[in-house]
C-alpha cells in the first residue's frame, strides 16, 4: 500500500470593494522592470482570502507584520478578509472579472476551473528556485497532489492535509449509559452504537446524532471521487485496481445508509433533519474531520461540555484533502517571485506565521517568556482564518494547554494511507455538461439520501435512475479510461488488466 513521502516541516479597514488595491501594488520607489523587483523597492501584495471579516485591530497588526517583511524580503502586505458568507460571490466575481490581486486563497471546489480560465500563475519550477525552503518543508506528494496537467498553480497549505474522521462524544453522557468511548471504529462498526445513541437519546430527551441537511457527508470518505465534486462516483482509496464505481451502490456505502435509516426511525436522528438549514451547536454524538486532540482543544469546548473522540475509519490522503487550502499568484501579478517569497516566510518563519494566527503581537497574545516556545491567547478576537495561510507546524503552540495540537496532525499526515489515485487530475471537458446534471440530481437528494429519512432500497435507485438517464454511465466509462491512462503511466494496474 501506497504511503506519503515525508518531509520535515521548518522551523483592511471596511468592507472590501470589487476594485482591489493594483496587482503588485504600490511601491516605495521607482517601478521595476520585468518581473522582480529591484534591491532596493518595497513592493505592496494584496492577498485576499477568507475569515470572519476584517480584524478591528488590521492597522495596529500592518504596524508590525510589516516592517519586518521589509526588512526580510522587501515586501509590504495588505490582506483582504472577506467574510464567509460573501466569499463564493466575492471570490467569483474576483476571478473572473481578473480583479487584481496577488494572493488568493483557494480550494479543491474551485481550483482547477480557475486554472483552466487561466486564472493563476504556473510555479513548477520559480517555487523550486526562488524559495527552495518552502518547496523543502513541504511533502513532495502533497506538490504533486496539486498538480493540473502536471503543473503546479498552488501552493499548499500544510496542516491536517490528510482527512480522519472522528467520532466525538459528550463524554460524560455517553459513559453514563455504561458505554466504554474506544480508541477507533472501523465505518462497518457503525451499526454497534445503536443501543449507546438510543440510550443518550432517551437520557437527554434529545436527538444524539442531530443532523441538518448537509447530512453525513463522510459517509464516503474512503473513495475518492477525483474533484468531480459528485459523491456518487469514485474509486475506493486502496483499489489497486483502480475501478471508478458507483459509490451509492456499494455494499460498506449501504450498510452506513442503512444504519442512518434505523437512527432516523429511532429518533436518533432528528425528525427534521433533510431540511434542517443549521448544525446544532451541542451534539452529544457526531462525526468531524480533525484529529483526537481537537477534542480537548475545540470540540468540547465549542460544546460546553468534556468531549472524547473515536477515530472512525482510516487516515486518507488524496487531491482533494491536500487542495483544501490552497494560496494561488495571479496570472496577472507582477512580482510573483515576491509573492512566493512571502508565502516561503508564512510556511517558515514563526513570527510572521504567529501574527497571521494569532494577530497583533500585546493585544491578543504575548510569547510566554523569551524562549519564545508557547503562546498566551489574550482573547480570541483575531478573525483571519488560520487554516488558509500556512503551515501548522511552524505555528508556536497556546498555552491553553499542556500539549502541542498540531505534533499529532504532523503524526496522521506522515502515516496516512495515499490514494491509487494520488496525483491523478480529472478532465471534465468532454462531459462537463452532464456532470452538472448529475450533480444537480444528486444535491436535490442529498439531505434525505445522507439523513437516512428514507430506507436506501427506495432513496437510492431513484437517484441512480434520474443520474442514469442524466448519463451517469458515460461519465463512469471517461473517468475510467482517464483512470487507467494514469495507472499504465504510474506503472499501476489498470481495472480492465484487473479483470
Same mark, same amino acid.
Given at each position: 500500500?501506497?504511503?506519503?513521502?515525508?518531509?520535515?516541516?521548518?522551523?483592511?479597514?471596511?468592507?472590501?470593494?470589487?476594485?482591489?488595491?493594483?496587482?503588485?501594488?504600490?511601491?516605495?520607489?521607482?517601478?521595476?522592470?520585468?518581473?522582480?523587483?529591484?534591491?532596493?523597492?518595497?513592493?505592496?501584495?494584496?492577498?485576499?482570502?477568507?475569515?470572519?471579516?476584517?480584524?478591528?485591530?488590521?492597522?495596529?497588526?500592518?504596524?508590525?507584520?510589516?516592517?519586518?517583511?521589509?526588512?526580510?524580503?522587501?515586501?509590504?502586505?495588505?490582506?483582504?478578509?472577506?467574510?464567509?458568507?460573501?466569499?463564493?460571490?466575492?471570490?467569483?466575481?474576483?476571478?473572473?472579472?481578473?480583479?487584481?490581486?496577488?494572493?488568493?486563497?483557494?480550494?479543491?471546489?474551485?481550483?482547477?476551473?480557475?486554472?483552466?480560465?487561466?486564472?493563476?500563475?504556473?510555479?513548477?519550477?520559480?517555487?523550486?528556485?526562488?524559495?527552495?525552503?518552502?518547496?523543502?518543508?513541504?511533502?513532495?506528494?502533497?506538490?504533486?497532489?496539486?498538480?493540473?496537467?502536471?503543473?503546479?498553480?498552488?501552493?499548499?497549505?500544510?496542516?491536517?492535509?490528510?482527512?480522519?474522521?472522528?467520532?466525538?462524544?459528550?463524554?460524560?453522557?455517553?459513559?453514563?449509559?455504561?458505554?466504554?468511548?474506544?480508541?477507533?471504529?472501523?465505518?462497518?462498526?457503525?451499526?454497534?452504537?445503536?443501543?449507546?445513541?438510543?440510550?443518550?437519546?432517551?437520557?437527554?430527551?434529545?436527538?444524539?446524532?442531530?443532523?441538518?441537511?448537509?447530512?453525513?457527508?463522510?459517509?464516503?470518505?474512503?473513495?475518492?471521487?477525483?474533484?468531480?465534486?459528485?459523491?456518487?462516483?469514485?474509486?475506493?482509496?486502496?483499489?489497486?485496481?483502480?475501478?471508478?464505481?458507483?459509490?451509492?451502490?456499494?455494499?460498506?456505502?449501504?450498510?452506513?445508509?442503512?444504519?442512518?435509516?434505523?437512527?432516523?426511525?429511532?429518533?436518533?436522528?432528528? =425528525?427534521?433533519?433533510?431540511?434542517?438549514?443549521?448544525?446544532?451547536?451541542?451534539?452529544?454524538?457526531?462525526?468531524?474531520?480533525?484529529?483526537?486532540?481537537?477534542?480537548?482543544? =475545540?470540540?468540547?469546548?465549542?460544546?460546553?461540555?468534556?468531549?472524547?473522540?473515536?477515530?472512525?475509519?482510516?487516515?486518507?490522503?488524496?487531491?482533494?484533502?491536500?487542495?483544501?487550502?490552497?494560496?494561488?499568484?495571479?496570472?496577472?501579478?507582477?512580482?510573483?517571485?515576491?509573492?512566493?517569497?512571502?508565502?516561503?516566510?508564512?510556511?517558515?518563519?514563526?513570527?510572521?506565521?504567529?501574527?497571521?494566527?494569532?494577530?497583533?503581537?500585546?493585544?491578543?497574545?504575548?510569547?510566554?517568556?523569551?524562549?519564545?516556545?508557547?503562546?498566551?491567547?489574550?482573547?480570541?478576537?483575531?478573525?483571519?482564518?488560520?487554516?488558509?495561510?500556512?503551515?501548522?507546524?511552524?505555528?508556536?503552540?497556546?498555552?491553553?494547554?499542556?500539549?502541542?495540537?498540531?505534533?499529532?496532525?504532523?503524526?496522521?499526515?506522515?502515516?496516512?494511507?495515499?490514494?491509487?489515485?494520488?496525483?491523478?487530475?480529472?478532465?471534465?471537458?468532454?462531459?462537463?455538461?452532464?456532470?452538472?446534471?448529475?450533480?444537480?440530481?444528486?444535491?436535490?437528494?442529498?439531505?434525505?439520501?445522507?439523513?437516512?429519512?428514507?430506507?436506501?432500497?427506495?432513496?437510492?435507485?431513484?437517484?441512480?435512475?434520474?443520474?442514469?438517464?442524466?448519463?451517469?454511465?458515460?461519465?463512469?466509462?471517461?473517468?475510467?479510461?482517464?483512470?487507467?491512462?494514469?495507472?499504465?503511466?504510474?506503472?499501476?494496474?489498470?481495472?480492465?488488466?484487473?479483470?
Amino acid at each position: 500500500m501506497k504511503k506519503l513521502n515525508k518531509a520535515l516541516a521548518l522551523g483592511m479597514a471596511g468592507t472590501m470593494a470589487l476594485s482591489l488595491a493594483a496587482c503588485g501594488g504600490s511601491s516605495s520607489s521607482s517601478a521595476a522592470t520585468g518581473d522582480t523587483a529591484s534591491t532596493d523597492e518595497v513592493v505592496t501584495l494584496t492577498w485576499v482570502t477568507v475569515g470572519n471579516g476584517q480584524p478591528t485591530n488590521y492597522d495596529a497588526w500592518l504596524e508590525q507584520i510589516n516592517p519586518y517583511l521589509e526588512e526580510k524580503i522587501g515586501v509590504n502586505l495588505d490582506v483582504q478578509v472577506v467574510s464567509w458568507g460573501d466569499w463564493d460571490n466575492r471570490r467569483n466575481v474576483i476571478v473572473n472579472t481578473s480583479g487584481e490581486y496577488d494572493i488568493l486563497f483557494t480550494n479543491m471546489n474551485t481550483y482547477v476551473n480557475d486554472v483552466h480560465i487561466g486564472a493563476f500563475a504556473d510555479i513548477s519550477e520559480l517555487v523550486k528556485t526562488a524559495t527552495p525552503d518552502l518547496y523543502a518543508s513541504i511533502p513532495e506528494d502533497y506538490w504533486e497532489a496539486c498538480e493540473v496537467g502536471g503543473q503546479l498553480y498552488g501552493v499548499p497549505t500544510y496542516k491536517d492535509s490528510s482527512i480522519s474522521e472522528y467520532l466525538v462524544f459528550d463524554k460524560e453522557l455517553a459513559e453514563s449509559t455504561g458505554y466504554t468511548i474506544p480508541e477507533s471504529l472501523a465505518m462497518s462498526d457503525l451499526g454497534t452504537l445503536t443501543d449507546t445513541l438510543a440510550a443518550m437519546k432517551d437520557a437527554k430527551g434529545e436527538a444524539s446524532f442531530p443532523m441538518n441537511k448537509n447530512g453525513a457527508t463522510w459517509v464516503a470518505f474512503e473513495y475518492d471521487n477525483m474533484g468531480t465534486g459528485l459523491l456518487p462516483i469514485g474509486v475506493r482509496y486502496n483499489d489497486t485496481s483502480a475501478t471508478v464505481v458507483p459509490v451509492l451502490e456499494q455494499e460498506d456505502v449501504q450498510a452506513s445508509l442503512d444504519t442512518f435509516h434505523e437512527w432516523y426511525q429511532a429518533g436518533i436522528i432528528n =425528525s427534521d433533519a433533510a431540511t434542517k438549514p443549521e448544525e446544532n451547536a451541542y451534539k452529544p454524538c457526531s462525526v468531524a474531520q480533525g484529529w483526537s486532540g481537537a477534542a480537548i482543544t =475545540s470540540w468540547g469546548p465549542q460544546m460546553g461540555v468534556e468531549a472524547a473522540a473515536t477515530k472512525l475509519g482510516p487516515t486518507v490522503i488524496s487531491n482533494d484533502t491536500v487542495r483544501g487550502s490552497l494560496n494561488c499568484i495571479s496570472a496577472n501579478c507582477a512580482y510573483p517571485e515576491k509573492a512566493l517569497q512571502l508565502l516561503e516566510l508564512v510556511n517558515t518563519d514563526s513570527y510572521v506565521r504567529d501574527l497571521l494566527y494569532y494577530g497583533v503581537q500585546g493585544e491578543n497574545w504575548d510569547y510566554t517568556d523569551d524562549t519564545k516556545e508557547w503562546v498566551h491567547k489574550n482573547n480570541a478576537d483575531w478573525t483571519m482564518a488560520g487554516y488558509t495561510q500556512g503551515s501548522f507546524f511552524t505555528v508556536t503552540p497556546s498555552d491553553e494547554f499542556d500539549f502541542n495540537q498540531y505534533d499529532e496532525v504532523k503524526e496522521l499526515n506522515e502515516n496516512a494511507e495515499a490514494s491509487v489515485l494520488l496525483g491523478f487530475t480529472l478532465d471534465t471537458t468532454n462531459f462537463k455538461d452532464q456532470l452538472s446534471n448529475c450533480v444537480s440530481i444528486y444535491e436535490r437528494y442529498k439531505g434525505e439520501l445522507l439523513s437516512g429519512t428514507h430506507p436506501t432500497d427506495e432513496v437510492v435507485p431513484q437517484i441512480m435512475n434520474e443520474m442514469r438517464a442524466a448519463g451517469f454511465d458515460d461519465i463512469v466509462a471517461q473517468c475510467q479510461e482517464q483512470v487507467d491512462a494514469f495507472m499504465a503511466s504510474n506503472g499501476g494496474a489498470t481495472a480492465e488488466s484487473a479483470e
